[in-house]
């Protein structure tokens, strides 16, 4: 599958961080009960971390002394997963730390990630405390490949880093409505949408993106996207020197991902740096340059194509294969596959159809249900504008701040157990 694997230090210093109210409330048995003996059995050194509140997990990592760490394995769901990684970008040394390998063992409601890692292994799909072993087998061979991130801009100027999804319309009202059945488990979300079915609602806003050129993947030279083509694209691309690749091996994405990143350097010596107090701590601070998106208040570029529909019952990004244990989101979606899968569905669709559409996706084949108001495309960057004044936007589940949202994907940028 093209897919890069290195093999993880021996012995791994584990971290695993347990949300003891994830999921129905049992995720530290289920761990005792399932991945206890087995990391045990396979001497894999661990600390069990068990999060007090929400946001603790993230404070924890952001300070950690990471040298102390092979390897930081979440057992939650997805949110416990999202903290750790917006924690690690928070860091001043993100560069290094985003390059701890990350695992995830299912212990939530919403177990997206879990259920993608098993599936990019190719094994039968499984369930529950399946496929809790399965990612329990997975931490212990210890096998690490490169992980997509997508780069998120709210109206606020806050970024967040995801791994998974941003949601808008009747998804994301669902994955939030649905969470107080967190304690049914996974099957919230079939529950969340039969009542969202019921009070089927249009969303009115715009939507832009910029189409992911498909290219073979051994022919590199012609998947280059060029961004100095026209002054427009000339003037957004204006801190752009690299060229992206599709298919990243881990090595490529590392180059380009390099590449990509600027030093904003505040000309105070570097000393300041290593000073922790507080005011100093942001004194020499490489950042990340989203090069594909232009500021959110610009237009968009010419090379983005505008959706012409403005109402929508959902906008889906998604960058990894499923979005629940059941929901096969993206079937074509691999883990460093530098591409947002991008799935909207447009105003005028019946409950019915919109129901075999949830229904099919357990099998991944809603995209050859034939339906007119879906619309799939690959992407690499987009842009949401809602117009409803109220509504919901989640990223890897978690809501945030309702308004224009824009993304763009970060090829490879973390690093995942898997495999
Ligand atoms: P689930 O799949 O059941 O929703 P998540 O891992 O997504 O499980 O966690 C749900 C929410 O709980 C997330 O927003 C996460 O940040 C938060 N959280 C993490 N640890 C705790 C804790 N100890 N107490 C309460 N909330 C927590
Ligand atoms: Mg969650």
């Not at 107080?180 to 993106?209: D, E, N, S």
């Not at 690299?242 to 010596?269: A, E, M």
Request: net charge negative; with cysteine; proline share 5%.
């Amino acid at each position: 599958d093209g897919v890069v694997y290195t093999e993880l230090q021996r012995p791994c210093r584990t971290m695993i961080l347990v949300n003891p109210h994830s999921g129905r409330g049992q995720a530290l048995q289920l761990f005792t009960g399932h991945v206890q003996g087995m990391l045990t059995e396979a001497s894999v050194p661990y600390t069990l971390v068990i999060t007090e509140h929400q946001n603790h997990a993230r404070e924890l990592v952001k300070k950690a002394d990471l040298s102390q760490w092979d390897a930081l394995v979440i057992m939650s769901g997805d949110g416990l997963l999202y903290e750790v990684i917006n924690g690690l970008m928070e860091r001043e040394d993100w560069q290094e730390a985003i390059q701890t390998p990350l695992g995830i063992l299912p212990g939530g409601s919403g177990n997206a990630l879990a259920a993608s890692v098993h599936h990019y292994s190719q094994l039968p799909p499984a369930w529950n405390e399946e496929l809790l072993l399965s990612c329990g087998f997975m931490l212990c061979k210890g096998l690490v490949c490169s992980l997509d991130l997508v780069s998120i801009h709210l109206t606020s100027r806050q970024r967040l880093f995801s791994f998974l999804s941003l949601a808008w319309g009747f998804v994301a009202d669902v994955d939030i409505e649905s969470e107080k059945y967190r304690h049914v488990g996974a099957i919230r979300f079939l529950m969340g949408t039969l009542v969202r079915l019921a009070a089927l609602r249009v969303y009115q806003g715009r939507l832009a993106y910029l189409p992911a050129k498909d290219a073979p993947k051994k022919d590199k030279a012609s998947t280059k996207v060029n961004c100095s083509n026209t002054p427009q694209q000339g003037l957004f691309c204006s801190s752009l020197s690299c060229s992206l690749v599709p298919n990243t091996s881990s090595k490529q994405s590392q180059k380009c991902t390099n590449s990509n990143s600027n030093t904003i350097t505040n000309s105070s010596n570097q000393a300041a740096s290593k000073n922790k107090s507080e005011g100093q701590s942001n004194a020499r601070t490489e950042t990340l340059v989203d090069s594909l998106l232009p500021d959110l208040d610009q237009p968009v570029p010419e090379a983005w194509t505008v959706v012409k529909e403005q109402d929508f019952v959902l906008v889906l990004a998604v960058y990894q294969s499923h979005l629940a244990e059941d929901l096969w989101a993206a079937p074509s979606a691999m883990v460093n596959d530098g591409l947002i899968h991008l799935i909207y569905v447009t105003a005028g669709i019946s409950r019915p159809a919109l129901l075999r559409l949830f229904l099919a996706m357990e099998k991944g084949a809603h995209l050859e249900c034939g339906c007119p108001h879906l619309v799939y495309q690959k992407v690499r960057a987009l842009r949401l504008e809602p117009i409803s004044a109220e509504g919901v936007i989640t990223v890897d589940g978690e809501t945030v701040e309702y308004g224009p949202v824009q993304a763009q994907i970060q090829p490879g940028l973390a690093r995942l157990i898997s495999g």
